[in-house]
């Protein structure tokens, strides 16, 4: 089965600096999707960013990007010029490419300091 | 407005009881989910559906019952609640490629007493 690992429950970041927030997944499978969402504190689910497994090219929206290793099965964001708005869990989320279901981690609490 | 809408949105009730909570979108997706979120676990996948008529279970689905008899409807029934029910259950629907996001209800506060 599909596992995927935030080993960071909380993090911290000042206020217009740079903070990467980790992720590792184990799968068997070599057509997959992953996924960064965002939930601030109004429990609302935002996508940040998504990667198709068979892009090289890292996924970027913005400030956010992403450092996609496929050998290694990490997936880490990169939040830059962080802002107070960015203060939120983060969830990184697996798709297999022939499955319909989205396996969440355990998520990693962002705290952004003025 | 189209959206997905969830209820209730809180819920109190007591152990042994049967509940429902409600699912409904208004895009036609293909894909349903439920999800229930508690402290320390992030979001763990409880049962998911492909299609009318069409469900599969997820990482944790004992004790729930899912039904789709229409596209647009998703209930999720605690048949027996029990206190390790207690959480945040989330709703979500996408369209058929993996790669498309997801979009979440907001969510159902359920405390079992």
């Known amino acids: 089965a599909q596992t995927v690992t935030q080993s960071q429950p909380e993090m911290s970041v000042q206020e217009a600096e740079t903070v990467t927030l980790s992720c590792t997944y184990d799968?068997?499978?070599?057509?997959?999707?992953l996924f960064w969402y965002k939930q601030p504190p109004s429990r609302q689910m935002i996508l940040v960013i998504r990667q198709e497994a068979y892009k090289q090219q890292n996924a970027t929206e913005n400030r956010f990007s992403v450092n996609f290793q496929k050998a290694a099965k990490s997936f880490s964001l990169k939040i830059s010029d962080s802002q107070l708005g960015d203060a939120a869990m983060y969830f990184c989320?697996?798709?297999?490419?022939?499955?319909?279901?989205?396996?969440f981690g355990k998520g990693t609490k962002l705290s952004v300091k003025p | 407005d189209a959206g997905i809408t969830q209820s209730p949105r809180y819920k109190i009730t007591e152990t042994g009881r049967q509940v429902t909570l409600m699912c409904h979108q208004t895009?036609?997706?293909?894909?349903m989910f439920w999800y229930r979120q508690d402290l320390g676990h992030g979001l763990r996948l409880i049962y998911y559906s492909a299609a009318a008529d069409i469900t599969d279970k997820g990482e944790v689905p004992d004790g729930y019952v899912v039904s789709r008899s229409k596209t647009e409807n998703f209930p999720l029934t605690l048949e027996s609640a029990t206190r390790s029910q207690t959480s945040v259950y989330f709703c979500?629907?996408?369209?058929?490629?993996?790669?498309?996001?997801?979009?979440f209800g907001s969510g159902t506060q359920l405390s079992v007493l």
């Open positions: 989320a697996y798709c297999g490419g022939s499955q319909g279901n989205l396996i």
């Open positions: 895009w036609s997706h293909s894909y």
């Open positions: 799968t068997s499978e070599s057509d997959y999707y």
């Open positions: 979500a629907s996408r369209r058929d490629s993996p790669n498309e996001k997801l979009f």
